[in-house]
């Protein structure tokens, strides 16, 4: 999946998919038959991701393991992703000599209508950031493209005078338009493709998706607000 086997070293990349995967056939697996002609092909299958999700808490408590953690979430996109990571963190932790605490908090923000970036970011929930003041702060995103949108939460944040901040993405796009932001650690790096699926939504549509897929343009006219 990730091509050369050069490209499947991390390298703080993640597993890179390149440009010329093709990708799996829908029929090879199972998903919600609602979505029939709306998406093109599997990216990445939902097994691939939790073993994924598992090394990324490994690393994570190896780096930062040592003291209490502030985890947040960013939603909507993020809630699964957030939650497979935080048990894995959990188990790590149990199974480990010293008990790390973990607290979790949540923002929402919105970027995105349709399959466009609207630029500005918009945080339409969470609570005071100001808790986070002090803290080990762990963010956590589903998809990082041009970065703008991460570059912004961070510039918020910074200014509570976090003890630290890490920022773990799912996804990070190879996008002309990134500007050179990089995630602490990284699930995969694909594409620049609109995808769904894994609580990623094209107009909160597709969560419902274990996989994540290429949405069509059947889809995307089909779900269009």
């Not at 188990?91 to 949540?106: L, P």
Request: include cysteine.
């Amino acid at each position: 999946m990730a091509g050369k086997k050069e490209e499947a070293r991390d390298n703080g990349r993640g597993v890179v998919i390149s440009n010329h995967w093709p990708g799996y056939d829908l029929d090879l697996f199972t998903y919600p038959q609602h979505y029939y002609e709306d998406l093109n092909y599997v990216l990445i299958p939902h097994g691939v991701i939790v073993d994924r999700i598992e090394r990324l808490a490994k690393d994570i408590m190896n780096d930062i393991g040592y003291s209490d953690i502030m985890v947040l979430c960013v939603l909507k996109g993020g809630y699964k992703f957030c939650a497979d990571l935080v048990e894995h963190l959990k188990n790590i932790s149990r199974n480990s000599d010293t008990f790390i605490s973990m607290k979790v908090d949540f923002i929402r923000l919105k970027s995105y209508q349709n399959d466009q970036s609207m630029g500005d970011m918009q945080i339409i929930g969470g609570d005071d950031l100001s808790q986070l003041a002090g803290k080990n702060v762990l963010i956590v995103e589903d998809v990082v493209g041009t970065g703008r949108t991460m570059k912004s939460l961070l510039d918020k944040i910074e200014k509570y005078k976090p003890n630290m901040i890490k920022v773990a993405s799912l996804l990070v796009k190879r996008t002309p338009r990134n500007n050179s932001f990089r995630p602490d650690y990284t699930g995969f790096e694909i594409p620049d493709l609109f995808v769904v699926g894994y609580a990623l939504d094209y107009n909160e549509y597709f969560r419902d998706l274990n996989h994540i897929c290429v949405i069509s343009e059947q889809g995307k006219a089909k779900y269009r607000v």
